[in-house]
């Protein structure tokens, strides 16, 4: 009888998935890119991965907002191309917040540049370096420099930010003008005091029959060393856009979502776990894959890496996505940033890390009593296989496993999924408003070619500056992509119930304290901080990706 109710057991929970994976189909959206959920448009997706009620009209009224907002900016001022940098205030008006301000008046500051690739809207390019990089020629004359970064280098202080993923990335055309894109290196030294200085910037790696790239410096003219410092920054936002947000948490967690639909039936502990950090993931991905990055969408109307270059910078970055680069304390010691007491981040990533951890080990030790309980569950084998081999194109070689032996292996990867599909995606995605409002900070695109001589007027700065519609839209759109949302849930708190018994429900409980408790520790610091950094405050970390 036992073995009776088993086999119905089984053989419903095969139905399931049966029925799941007819519903939830994989579709390569475009070549060499993780693969998505087989959906035209969001009305494609089952009904239990779409936008509620409310979550619809809030999103469909913030899109209005936003484009009202473009077009009552751009009639506020008369002008089609800036003037002068105070020009921008014209249209900073709106949707402003404190940090905001505060970009506006300081964004031309050394430290303040510096404290961006630490703390601020994409904390991901930094890396303390172990040599000084091949592509850096320091040309006959500089030996001075050459020494400064020798030193900085054996004292340990040395960093780098290497933007050479955009290399030869085609630029786009806009309303028939031709843009510009840059692949910057920068490096940066390390203050006693934990300020992160700009000390050379190059803009262009060098190239066989060409004259040596120029490199700028911080003794250079004013307005010289600012334009370096705005490459740079436009060259962050579309790594940061496209790598950091895109790839690394939107479409990695759509492959886990889509792939834990197909494999893993709704009794399964790890679907339990799992479910609620895929809360409307899909729908929000299907909507930017039909108006964000799409052709003709946003991508293509504001930034210099759009009209098919942003395609090109997304297949560069999966086919070098490694499976150490999803878990952050291997990334983190791999770049080198541990230990580094001004990276607020970093410290605010390894606590929350160990807290969602805890939590899946608590779950998985509760369902699992062994190693060998782990190695027998097929569903779970075939999920992971599902992923790294189907979801991933084959990303073994990367690093992702295709099994799972261990519970210990298990809960690192659970642990990945989850912290990607929350805690990171809020440290890349909120900030957005806060750093790119102001447009000087971060320019979605450049009008005209790096400068090759350090002799640069203003009117040569204003020239690169993108034109007041890209300015009205891109202020817009950082608002929309990272304002709060009034229905979300946050992470730990999950609005459905998946686990019933005691034992669960104390986890949770354990999980929900270990979160109050960073909560208080990072309110407490960031009282005594000039910048407070609230990006992976738990009160700020939506349980899924939304947004």
Same mark, same amino acid.
């Given at each position: 009888?036992?073995?009776?109710?088993?086999?119905?057991?089984?053989?419903?929970?095969?139905?399931?998935?049966?029925?799941?994976?007819?519903?939830?189909?994989?579709?390569?959206?475009?070549?060499?890119?993780?693969?998505?959920?087989?959906?035209?448009?969001?009305?494609?997706?089952?009904?239990?991965?779409?936008?509620?009620?409310?979550?619809?009209?809030?999103?469909?009224?913030?899109?209005?907002?936003?484009?009202?907002?473009?077009?009552?900016?751009?009639?506020?001022?008369?002008?089609?191309?800036?003037?002068?940098?105070?020009?921008?205030?014209?249209?900073?008006?709106?949707?402003?917040?404190?940090?905001?301000?505060?970009?506006?008046?300081?964004?031309?500051?050394?430290?303040?540049?510096?404290?961006?690739?630490?703390?601020?809207?994409?904390?991901?390019?930094?890396?303390?370096?172990?040599?000084?990089?091949?592509?850096?020629?320091?040309?006959?004359?500089?030996?001075?420099?050459?020494?400064?970064?020798?030193?900085?280098?054996?004292?340990?202080?040395?960093?780098?930010?290497?933007?050479?993923?955009?290399?030869?990335?085609?630029?786009?055309?806009?309303?028939?003008?031709?843009?510009?894109?840059?692949?910057?290196?920068?490096?940066?030294?390390?203050?006693?005091?934990?300020?992160?200085?700009?000390?050379? &910037?190059?803009?262009?790696?060098?190239?066989?029959?060409?004259?040596?790239?120029?490199?700028?410096?911080?003794?250079?003219?004013?307005?010289?060393?600012?334009?370096?410092?705005?490459?740079?920054?436009?060259?962050?936002?579309?790594?940061?856009?496209?790598?950091?947000?895109?790839?690394?948490?939107?479409?990695?967690?759509?492959?886990?979502?889509?792939?834990?639909?197909?494999?893993?039936?709704?009794?399964?502990? &790890?679907?339990?776990?799992?479910?609620?950090?895929?809360?409307?993931?899909?729908?929000?991905?299907?909507?930017?894959?039909?108006?964000? &990055?799409?052709?003709?969408?946003?991508?293509?109307?504001?930034?210099?890496?759009?009209?098919?270059?942003?395609?090109?910078?997304?297949?560069?970055?999966?086919?070098?996505?490694?499976?150490?680069?999803?878990?952050?304390?291997?990334?983190?010691?791999?770049?080198?940033?541990?230990?580094?007491?001004?990276?607020?981040?970093?410290?605010?990533?390894?606590?929350?890390?160990?807290?969602?951890?805890?939590?899946?080990?608590?779950?998985?030790?509760?369902?699992?009593?062994?190693?060998?309980?782990?190695?027998?569950?097929?569903?779970?084998?075939?999920?992971?296989?599902?992923?790294?081999?189907?979801?991933?194109?084959?990303?073994?070689?990367?690093?992702?496993?295709?099994?799972?032996?261990?519970?210990?292996?298990?809960?690192?990867?659970?642990?990945?999924?989850?912290?990607?599909?929350?805690?990171?995606?809020?440290?890349?995605?909120?900030?957005?408003?806060?750093?790119?409002?102001?447009?000087?900070?971060?320019?979605?695109?450049?009008?005209?070619?790096?400068?090759?001589?350090?002799?640069?007027?203003?009117?040569?700065?204003?020239?690169?500056?993108?034109?007041?519609?890209?300015?009205?839209?891109?202020?817009?759109?950082?608002?929309?992509?990272?304002?709060?949302?009034?229905?979300?849930?946050?992470?730990?708190?999950?609005?459905?119930?998946?686990?019933?018994?005691?034992?669960?429900?104390?986890?949770?409980?354990?999980?929900?304290?270990?979160?109050?408790?960073?909560?208080?520790?990072?309110?407490?610091?960031?009282?005594?901080?000039?910048?407070?950094?609230?990006?992976?405050?738990?009160?700020?970390?939506?349980?899924?990706?939304? &947004?």
């Amino acid at each position: 009888m036992e073995k009776e109710v088993q086999g119905l057991f089984q053989k419903h929970r095969e139905e399931e998935l049966e029925e799941r994976r007819r519903l939830y189909r994989w579709n390569t959206w475009r070549k060499g890119l993780p693969l998505t959920v087989d959906a035209m448009t969001e009305k494609d997706l089952p009904l239990d991965m779409r936008f509620h009620e409310d979550k619809k009209i809030d999103f469909v009224g913030a899109e209005v907002t936003g484009l009202m907002e473009v077009v009552l900016k751009r009639l506020s001022t008369l002008l089609s191309s800036w003037n002068s940098l105070d020009d921008f205030a014209q249209i900073v008006w709106g949707h402003q917040s404190t940090l905001t301000k505060r970009v506006c008046e300081s964004w031309k500051d050394d430290d303040f540049f510096g404290y961006q690739f630490l703390n601020g809207a994409n904390p991901t390019m930094l890396r303390r370096s172990t040599s000084l990089p091949t592509r850096l020629v320091i040309p006959p004359g500089a030996e001075e420099l050459q020494t400064q970064l020798e030193r900085k280098l054996q004292e340990g202080c040395l960093f780098e930010a290497d933007f050479s993923l955009l290399d030869g990335i085609q630029p786009n055309v806009i309303q028939g003008e031709r843009q510009y894109l840059a692949a910057p290196l920068v490096m940066f030294k390390m203050e006693p005091d934990g300020k992160l200085l700009p000390m050379v &910037i190059q803009l262009q790696p060098p190239c066989s029959g060409s004259p040596v790239p120029p490199l700028f410096l911080p003794s250079d003219p004013s307005l010289t060393w600012l334009l370096a410092k705005i490459w740079v920054k436009n060259s962050d936002l579309q790594l940061h856009e496209l790598q950091a947000h895109l790839l690394k948490t939107h479409l990695m967690a759509e492959v886990f979502a889509v792939a834990t639909m197909r494999c893993l039936s709704g009794m399964h502990p &790890i679907f339990k776990l799992l479910v609620p950090h895929f809360r409307y993931t899909m729908e929000i991905n299907t909507r930017a894959r039909t108006s964000l &990055i799409s052709e003709g969408g946003i991508f293509d109307q504001v930034t210099n890496t759009g009209g098919g270059g942003h395609l090109d910078i997304l297949r560069r970055a999966t086919a070098c996505l490694t499976y150490r680069s999803l878990c952050l304390p291997n990334d983190l010691a791999d770049r080198g940033l541990l230990g580094i007491p001004s990276a607020l981040y970093v410290h605010d990533v390894l606590r929350l890390w160990d807290i969602i951890f805890r939590y899946v080990q608590g779950i998985v030790h509760l369902h699992y009593s062994g190693d060998k309980d782990v190695q027998d569950d097929s569903e779970l084998q075939a999920w992971c296989r599902e992923i790294t081999e189907i979801g991933l194109g084959g990303a073994q070689d990367r690093g992702f496993p295709v099994s799972f032996k261990s519970r210990a292996e298990l809960c690192h990867f659970l642990t990945m999924c989850i912290f990607t599909s929350s805690a990171q995606h809020s440290a890349v995605s909120q900030g957005q408003q806060d750093w790119y409002t102001w447009v000087p900070n971060a320019p979605d695109t450049m009008r005209q070619p790096p400068p090759t001589t350090k002799d640069v007027t203003l009117e040569m700065v204003m020239a690169t500056m993108p034109k007041v519609y890209q300015s009205c839209l891109q202020i817009a759109m950082t608002w929309l992509l990272s304002r709060v949302q009034p229905n979300r849930v946050l992470l730990g708190y999950p609005k459905e119930e998946y686990f019933s018994g005691p034992e669960s429900k104390a986890v949770l409980s354990r999980f929900q304290e270990d979160l109050d408790i960073l909560e208080r520790e990072i309110v407490a610091r960031n009282e005594g901080l000039d910048l407070p950094y609230e990006y992976l405050l738990p009160s700020r970390i939506e349980n899924s990706i939304t &947004i």
